[in-house]
């Protein structure tokens, strides 16, 4: 029987081997797992389109997140026992890099004990970090979870997006965009200070390589401007003149936002874009965050009349801001109508009102979206939603 003490030291001598960095991950599960004193691990990452879970191994077929247990770890984020087809029991464990879903981690052992799930949780946690650090660099890992051929502007897209969900207590952004495989100007942009939530959408003209191009190119000048600690009407400045300069004929939609995580007072700024969606209570709050828009980035404010304008607004505990663009609106519905700001809330509500995980909801919505179309998506869609709670004072 494995103690607690008799693992701790092959998991010190593992952690403290100068090659752990380099061992490919699968290597590396295997040397760590033994380490843990348990029997067997594999990883399985969730594809591009969240809709299979993929082994890292070729030994392993390949898991739906809507019709298995794995799915059923990966969709709620807990622990599901079964007994294994082979004899034993198998514990299906989220991977998880902070708040985002990288797949689930299968444990087979004899049997389940305290200590085994423990280290088990101590397995997913290590490789989590892992995948993460690696992915970046580690064409398996794209390679694994892609189910087709992408094209050249999704690609270059797909090179600046931020995780799909970030987080900490009080604070939840997560976004989803499709086509996944097939991107002209969408992307969605957020992060994290330690007072501040910044998340973004932006909407480019056109569906080809110049539209993914110029969406790069207002990412990039948001972020850089962001990273010197600019003010939101600084932000979209630095994302006009970065237009205006390298891509004149071009121009991009959006909304900018930011939240301030300890009073949640709420500032954007919406340049020729649907307006944010405010749902309080479990409700849509009709035009709460509904202003004139500016014109678009890459146009000249001036064209107005009158500088950027700011907006504001405080959100109350439990608040849900959603950002979206009209490729979501504008996709159709089983019935051939259009899905519209009804449906595409309602939808969101009654999931939060059931419990649901904001990213599963997404997951899922987007996921309807596909399915209702009589073809692909005429116009690339996008949502991004944040949901906030203040801190204990």
Same mark, same amino acid.
């Given at each position: 029987?494995?103690?607690?003490?008799?693992?701790?030291?092959?998991?010190?001598?593992?952690?403290?081997?100068?090659?752990?960095? &380099?061992?490919?991950? =699968?290597? !590396? +599960?295997?040397?760590c797992?033994?380490? /843990? $004193?348990?029997?067997?691990?594999?990883?399985? @990452?969730?594809?591009?389109?969240?809709?299979?879970?993929?082994?890292?191994?070729?030994?392993?077929?390949?898991?739906?997140?809507?019709d298995?247990?794995?799915?059923?770890?990966?969709?709620?984020?807990?622990?599901?026992?079964?007994?294994?087809?082979?004899?034993?029991?198998?514990?299906?464990?989220?991977?998880?890099?902070?708040?985002?879903?990288?797949?689930?981690?299968?444990v087979?052992?004899?049997?389940?004990?305290?200590?085994?799930?423990?280290?088990g949780?101590?397995?997913?946690?290590?490789?989590?970090?892992?995948?993460?650090?690696?992915?970046?660099?580690?064409?398996?890992?794209?390679?694994?979870?892609?189910?087709?051929?992408?094209?050249?502007?999704?690609?270059?897209?797909?090179?600046?997006?931020?995780?799909?969900?970030i987080?900490? &207590?009080?604070?939840? =952004?997560? !976004? +989803?965009?499709?086509?996944?495989?097939? /991107? $002209?100007?969408?992307?969605?942009?957020?992060? @994290?200070?330690?007072?501040?939530?910044?998340?973004?959408?932006?909407?480019?003209?056109?569906?080809?390589?110049?539209?993914?191009?110029?969406?790069?190119?207002?990412?990039?000048?948001?972020?850089?401007?962001?990273?010197?600690?600019?003010?939101?009407?600084?932000?979209?400045?630095?994302?006009?003149?970065?237009?205006?300069?390298?891509?004149?004929?071009?121009?991009?939609?959006?909304?900018?936002?930011?939240?301030?995580?300890?009073?949640?007072?709420?500032?954007?700024?919406?340049?020729?874009?649907?307006?944010?969606?405010?749902?309080?209570?479990?409700?849509?709050?009709?035009?709460?965050?509904?202003?004139?828009?500016?014109?678009?980035?890459?146009?000249?404010?001036?064209?107005?009349?009158?500088?950027?304008?700011?907006?504001?607004?405080?959100?109350?505990?439990?608040?849900?801001?959603?950002?979206?663009?009209?490729?979501?609106t504008?996709?159709?519905?089983?019935?051939?109508?259009? @899905?519209?700001?009804?449906?595409?809330?309602?939808?969101?509500?009654?999931?939060?009102?059931?419990?649901?995980?904001?990213?599963?909801?997404?997951?899922?919505?987007?996921?309807?979206?596909?399915?209702?179309?009589p073809?692909?998506?005429?116009d690339?869609?996008?949502?991004?939603?944040?949901e906030?709670?203040?801190?204990?004072?």
């Amino acid at each position: 029987m494995v103690t607690a003490e008799s693992g701790d030291g092959p998991l010190e001598e593992f952690l403290a081997d100068p090659g752990t960095a &380099a061992l490919d991950l =699968s290597a !590396a +599960v295997a040397r760590c797992t033994k380490a /843990l $004193g348990l029997q067997h691990a594999v990883v399985y @990452l969730a594809d591009l389109q969240q809709r299979h879970l993929v082994p890292l191994t070729d030994v392993a077929p390949a898991l739906p997140v809507d019709d298995s247990l794995a799915g059923w770890t990966y969709r709620t984020q807990a622990l599901r026992v079964e007994e294994s087809e082979a004899g034993g029991m198998t514990a299906w464990l989220p991977l998880l890099d902070g708040a985002e879903r990288l797949g689930v981690l299968a444990v087979h052992s004899q049997s389940l004990t305290p200590l085994s799930l423990r280290r088990g949780r101590t397995l997913a946690a290590l490789l989590a970090m892992m995948i993460t650090s690696k992915r970046a660099y580690k064409e398996s890992f794209v390679r694994r979870t892609r189910t087709e051929p992408m094209r050249l502007p999704a690609e270059m897209l797909r090179a600046f997006l931020p995780p799909r969900t970030i987080g900490t &207590a009080h604070v939840v =952004s997560t !976004a +989803v965009l499709e086509p996944a495989y097939e /991107l $002209g100007g969408d992307a969605f942009d957020h992060c @994290l200070t330690e007072t501040t939530l910044h998340a973004a959408v932006l909407d480019a003209m056109g569906h080809d390589l110049a539209s993914g191009l110029t969406t790069a190119v207002s990412l990039a000048a948001c972020r850089n401007a962001r990273r010197t600690g600019a003010d939101l009407p600084e932000l979209v400045q630095s994302v006009d003149e970065a237009l205006a300069r390298w891509l004149p004929d071009q121009f991009c939609t959006g909304v900018l936002t930011q939240l301030d995580l300890v009073s949640g007072v709420l500032r954007w700024t919406n340049c020729g874009h649907p307006a944010p969606l405010l749902i309080r209570d479990q409700r849509l709050v009709v035009d709460a965050l509904e202003r004139e828009a500016d014109p678009p980035m890459g146009l000249p404010s001036v064209l107005a009349g009158r500088r950027r304008q700011t907006h504001e607004v405080a959100l109350q505990p439990g608040d849900q801001v959603l950002l979206y663009t009209d490729g979501v609106t504008e996709s159709r519905t089983r019935d051939g109508g259009l @899905l519209g700001l009804d449906h595409f809330t309602d939808y969101i509500i009654r999931a939060s009102a059931a419990g649901e995980l904001a990213p599963e909801t997404l997951r899922r919505l987007i996921h309807s979206i596909l399915d209702s179309q009589p073809g692909s998506l005429r116009d690339d869609a996008t949502m991004l939603l944040f949901e906030w709670w203040p801190p204990a004072r």
